[in-house]
């Protein structure tokens, strides 16, 4: 078997500001080579309404190739200040980050799930999970 490195996930926001610290957050905590990012903008507000059944279904199918193909050790789902896509204060950002690991945690790929925040100063801190 080829050799692909360690790798290890993240459902992040496709805002620019938060790649870099979410990447090298995970890359040092996890001590992995990759990261996966899975982005859309405000995925915790997708995640936790489940209305948009094709975006969660396209989420869902990127994670399946990372935790799978790439043997994923762990994901992380991100809220960030700021989020243009999801322009809510961060109490409730937090109320839709919860709803977002229980949903992922149910596709049962038996990893852990950290829930993530990204402050003003694009500082990561854990907020949510293992
Ligand atoms: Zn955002």
């Known amino acids: 078997m080829q ?3 360690s790798f290890a996930s993240t459902i992040n926001c ?5 790649q870099l610290p979410v990447i090298q957050w995970m890359m040092r905590e996890y001590g992995v080579n990759y990261i996966d ?4 903008p405000g995925p915790i507000k ?30 992380s789902i991100v809220a960030h200040y700021d989020c243009g896509g999801n ?3 961060k109490d409730a950002q937090m109320v839709q980050l919860a709803s977002s690991i229980e ?6 790929y ?7 925040w990204v402050d003003e100063e694009w500082v990561v801190h854990v907020v949510e999970g293992e």
């Open 103 to 108: 949903r992922v945690r149910g596709w049962g």
């Open 46 to 75: 997708i995640l936790d309404e489940n209305e948009d059944a094709a975006t969660v279904a396209s989420i869902k199918r990127r994670l399946d190739i990372s935790a799978g193909l790439h043997g994923s050790c762990a994901i």
């Open 3 to 5: 050799q692909h490195g």
């Open 87 to 89: 322009p809510v204060d």
């Open 14 to 18: 496709m805002d620019g500001r938060v």
């Open 110 to 116: 038996g990893l852990p799930i950290v829930g993530l």
């Open 37 to 40: 990012s899975v982005t859309e």
